[in-house]
């Protein structure tokens, strides 16, 4: 069970970039720096951190409906798609090769993330080609759940469509927030730290590695998904 951002492929200075040109765009005088999106990131979901900055700014110096923070993400959702298929963002070293190993044994895999459909179609569609979705039995994005992680109800809603209990299953996720959804679900969780979590705490997880190639492939195959 793959999480995206982060996990797939170092995905959130593409985000960032995005969110910025949105930001100016619709001429509103805000740029995030590295270190003000760090601390964003903690809030899962693109619509959920506009608000969140929102709410933090001196005096609500500015107000935006829903609406606005809708049009807003549409813009920063299709700039960021823009950029994903330019070429310039890949796969982590592993991922691609994990994806086709489970394929030709038969296991199954699932995508669980808090990014929308759109961002997952422009990030595998650019890497792993038109037909990526075969890959996949099960994709829970963010508009599929009410409660975006850090609860476990995106893992919920995909371990009920695959049919199996969350403890024959592994986790691939990069973030303290990943974690805790799994395994408030019952999943074992693989860590592999990505450019902006790599510093969490990562207590509970089943192992924690740099990189998914530091594995033996025979890792993966004594799991069901």
């Not at 997880?205 to 492939?217: G, S, T």
Request: glycine share 8%; aromatic share 8%; proline share 4%.
């Amino acid at each position: 069970m793959l999480d995206v951002d982060g996990t797939m492929a170092e995905t959130e200075e593409f985000h960032r970039r995005a969110f910025n040109d949105a930001f100016g765009h619709l001429g509103l005088p805000w740029s995030w720096d590295i270190a003000t999106y760090g601390r964003l990131l903690r809030i899962a979901g693109g619509r959920e951190r506009i608000r969140h900055f929102l709410n933090s700014l001196p005096g609500r110096s500015v107000v935006l409906s829903d609406k606005d923070i809708n049009e807003l993400h549409r813009f920063k959702t299709r700039r960021y798609a823009d950029l994903v298929c330019s070429g310039a963002c890949e796969l982590r070293p592993g991922v691609a090769a994990l994806i086709h190993q489970a394929r030709d044994r038969g296991v199954r895999l699932a995508i669980v993330t808090t990014t929308s459909r759109d961002n997952i179609v422009a990030l595998l569609s650019r890497n792993l080609g038109p037909d990526w979705k075969r890959n996949f039995d099960v994709i829970v994005a963010g508009e599929d759940v009410s409660k975006k992680k850090p609860e476990p109800d995106a893992y919920i809603v995909a371990l009920g469509t695959l049919g199996l209990p969350g403890a024959t299953c592994l986790a691939i996720e990069d973030s303290r927030n990943g974690l805790a959804a799994a395994a408030a679900a019952g999943v074992p969780v693989l860590i592999t730290r990505s450019l902006y979590f790599r510093d969490e705490d990562f207590t509970g997880a089943a192992a924690v590695v740099d990189h998914l190639v530091e594995l033996h492939p025979e890792f993966w195959f004594d799991q069901d998904c």
